[in-house]
């Protein structure tokens, strides 16, 4: 991530515009400071607030504005699973990135922390471009596990004028202050599972959806007396009894990862 880091600066003073993406989840959590301060001063700044379709739409929008009004920095909200806003996020691009040469066109730079979703952004992007050629191999790498992405990588993503982006290695703070954003980091699986311990990371999770009203795992895992749980222990019993699962480990990924998917509800954890 430090290789990383000196790269992008260095690929900073060559970008016309910086797109900094972020979990709609935890919108502050996923906020990155040290790759903001590289930013060169008067650069075109977006946020763009993922995974819109996994949050309580209303009680989001309403903290990721109280944000802006602060920052004043321009942001949208989207979901590429859902396809909800993409083309908003293309109109502010073409309206934004005016290249001085035609010929040459603009740069963007997409970047954030690992698993916002960066790469699959450009990758809708770039589909909503007809005359681009689109293979399997021609997209960015995509994956459900942090830093997929390896080093800073360009794709068009327009034809006229030529626009093309930068997609960037997911970068974490090198330490994280505050261990409960390091908990909110590893449950939206912006951080490598197991560098955080499981069971702590479920535990929140289960707090979480029992915060929001979230009931929808008493169902899903057959709960004793269909009743909510607040010990963790007991939960992950259920999941490996209805998913006959044989280790402990694998209730904590299953479990895990039905929350992540929001099979277990909506949730915001900022």
């Known amino acids: 991530m430090r290789k990383a880091m000196r790269t992008l600066e260095k690929t900073l003073k060559q970008t016309d515009i910086f797109i900094e993406v ?18 060169p001063p008067g650069m075109k700044r977006l946020v763009v607030y993922n995974k819109i379709d996994l949050v309580p739409e209303k009680l989001a929008l309403l903290e990721i504005k109280k944000l802006h ?11 590429t699973k859902k396809n909800v806003n993409i083309n908003k996020l293309l109109g502010f691009i073409q309206e934004k990135a005016n290249p001085q040469f035609k010929t040459v066109g603009a740069w963007l730079m997409v970047g954030g922390v690992p698993n916002v979703g ?9 589909s909503k471009e007809t005359e681009i050629g689109h293979t399997k191999k021609s997209g ?32 974490i703070i090198p330490k994280i ?24 990371v479920c535990d929140y999770a289960l707090y979480i959806l029992n915060k929001h009203r979230q009931f929808a795992y008493v169902k899903r895992y057959n709960l004793p007396g269909n009743l909510p749980t607040d010990e963790i222990h007991d939960l992950l019993f259920a999941v490996q009894k209805r998913m006959g699962l044989q280790e402990k480990a694998s209730a904590y990924e299953n479990f895990l990862t039905d929350f992540r998917d929001g099979r277990l509800g909506k949730v915001f954890l900022d």
């Open 118 to 126: 960066k790469s699959t952004i450009i990758n809708s992007l770039r």
């Open 22 to 39: 972020r979990d709609a989840r935890i919108p502050k959590s996923s906020e990155n400071a040290e790759l903001l301060a590289l930013l």
């Open 69 to 79: 009004d602060e920052t004043k920095v321009p942001y949208f909200h989207l979901s």
């Open 140 to 171: 960015a790498k995509t994956g459900g596990v942090p830093c997929i992405t390896k080093s800073v990588t360009g794709f068009k993503i327009k034809m006229d004028p030529p626009t093309y982006v930068h997609d960037t290695p997911g970068i």
């Open 177 to 200: 202050e505050d261990p409960l954003v390091g908990v909110k980091l590893s449950l939206c699986n912006c951080i490598r599972d197991g560098i955080i311990e499981p069971e702590i």
